[in-house]
């Protein structure tokens, strides 16, 4: 059931010391061990669920990118957000490429695809979650893919990650594959949650978006960059995406002291936004990469 690594899955480096200790807080209300390679700097849930079990993680009314529900302020406020995030990383799209034909990996329950539609794109769906899968199929009419294998013979201009990399078992296998998917000119956007901002270090294990056991991995600029290379990928550019800082300190003060405190989640979002200006190390970062 569980699966304990003794290499770094990025780099392979053997040299794994302690980081923290976490609680899912979501979900199981388990514990779990954090680790932190030597070499590439990547944290890591370790051990952890393995495939055929981690499943159940996922399997609580709250995971919202699997069921659209709002069935609580925070969610409903998610989905707000939402909205305006879906518009913005098409726009940050068409301002790097022309090319409409577009895979979301982990594409959860096919808002964006929907999205993309709308727009004009040929959009793809990639999602392994039974559940959301049939959300996904419903709402954009598409079949959605739920292998690696199936993205043989398809290639894409671009391919989106958004907050997926970070669920993924196999995460060497997983990059070479999608950048195998790429067309020589493509470009693969990642968003994944930055460990070094200020809302991680202010909440600590309580920071929400270490969401343990579901997230695996842990980034920062760094080690994504480092993954990136291992995986023959060129980080060309960071964007930052501020409303996270908001809504994971959001779920994070609740995690921390029990209650919904939105005007203390406000100050410690909009401190670690204030901060990343000068440091760049915002609540979550998307890498832009090419070939």
């Known amino acids: 059931m569980y699966q304990k690594l003794e290499e770094c899955p990025a780099c392979k480096h053997t040299l794994l010391t302690n980081y923290l200790i976490c609680e899912d807080h979501a979900a199981s209300k388990e514990s779990f061990a954090l680790v932190q390679c030597k070499k590439c700097s ?68 096919g808002l964006f695809i929907q999205h993309l539609q709308k ?24 079949p959605i893919l739920d292998n690696l294998k199936q993205l043989d013979n398809k290639t894409f201009d671009i391919i989106t990650a958004w907050h997926v990399i970070e669920h993924v078992h196999e995460l ?30 202010h909440y600590g294990s309580h920071w929400a978006a270490y969401d343990v056991p579901r997230h695996l991995s842990h980034f920062n600029r760094v080690s994504l960059e480092k993954l990136a290379k291992e995986c023959k990928l060129n980080l060309i550019k960071t964007y930052p995406m501020k409303f996270d800082a908001y809504y994971v300190s959001l779920l994070s003060e609740k995690y921390k002291t ?31 990469l090419t070939k």
């Open 172 to 201: 060497r296998l997983t990059l070479k594959a999608l950048r195998k998917s790429l067309v020589d000119d493509g470009l693969l956007f990642i968003a994944l949650p930055n460990h070094k901002s200020h809302d991680a270090q």
């Open 42 to 109: 990547l944290v890591i849930t370790n051990p952890r669920p393995d495939q055929d079990h981690i499943g159940s993680y996922y399997q609580h009314s709250d995971y919202i990118s699997h069921t659209n529900k709002a069935n609580n302020p925070v969610n409903w406020l998610y989905k707000q957000v939402r909205k305006i995030t879906l518009a913005h990383k098409t726009s940050l799209i068409k301002s790097h490429s022309d090319q409409k034909r577009i895979l979301d990996f982990g594409c959860g329950t």
């Open 258 to 288: 029990g209650k919904t405190n939105y005007l203390k989640a406000f100050q410690v979002g909009m401190k670690s936004n204030q901060q990343a200006r000068k440091t760049s190390e915002y609540s979550s970062l998307i890498y832009v």
């Open 119 to 142: 727009d004009g794109f040929i959009a793809t769906g990639f999602e392994p979650s039974p559940q959301a899968r049939t959300i996904a199929e419903n709402l954009t009419g598409l």
